[in-house]
């Protein structure tokens, strides 16, 4: 998958355009900074916004062209990130972080909830999480995301992979995206907050 999104980062503009994601954005606007963590951050849209505000920022991909961008992008914007090449099944952090932000981290079905297993035990208990991603009705709108049903979400499917989340927020919808040219249009997506619990 790396040399795909090698491949799709390649262009010159931003393949997701350069604004947060606007459910990032509006939990983000909310709280008070601390550590975050971004996993499959890509060109580094949220990211940003979120060193912006304040945040201590951790972000990795897999992709070393859309790391450059992203760190192109922050030193346009005047603010640093700590953003490491690393796939989402080998990252591992010394860290412990007050935030745990997955926009579009649509990872394989096999390996999935182990993934989400390991990234939320990098989280404070008391931490939140901030989710965005297609649900399996996406495969019936054409603006973005995978066409594998089996990397698409369901309510259900959230609630068995993140067992040791109070969920404040959990919900399927129907949305309208602009998010660059691979983001665009109506898009049926599952959006959670939640709070870890102490394990």
């Known amino acids: 998958m790396t040399g795909f999104w090698d491949n799709r980062y390649s262009d010159k503009q931003f393949v997701y355009g350069t604004q947060p994601n606007a459910y990032i954005k509006k939990k983000l606007d909310k709280l008070t900074p601390g550590k975050i963590l971004f996993p499959a951050e890509g060109e580094g849209r949220n990211a940003i916004y979120a060193a912006k505000l304040g945040w201590d920022v951790t972000a990795f991909d897999s992709s070393e062209v859309g790391k450059s961008k992203a760190l192109h992008l922050a030193e346009q914007n005047q603010v640093s990130l700590d953003y490491i090449i690393s796939d989402a099944e080998s990252f591992i952090s010394k860290e412990k972080f007050d935030v745990l932000a997955l926009c579009y981290a649509h990872f394989s079905f096999e390996t999935r909830p182990q993934i989400h297993k390991q990234l939320v035990s990098y989280v404070k208990p008391g931490g939140i999480i901030i989710f965005e991603a297609f649900s399996k009705e996406q495969l019936e709108y054409n603006s973005g995301g995978p066409k594998n049903e089996k990397m698409l979400f369901s309510i259900e499917e959230i609630k068995n992979e ?18 660059g040219e691979h983001h665009k249009g109506t898009a049926s997506v599952i959006r959670f907050v939640g709070k870890v619990l102490d394990s």
Not at 162 to 178: D, I, R, S
């Open 162 to 179: 993140f067992p040791n989340v109070e969920f404040t927020e959990l919900t399927k919808k129907l949305v309208e995206l602009n998010e």
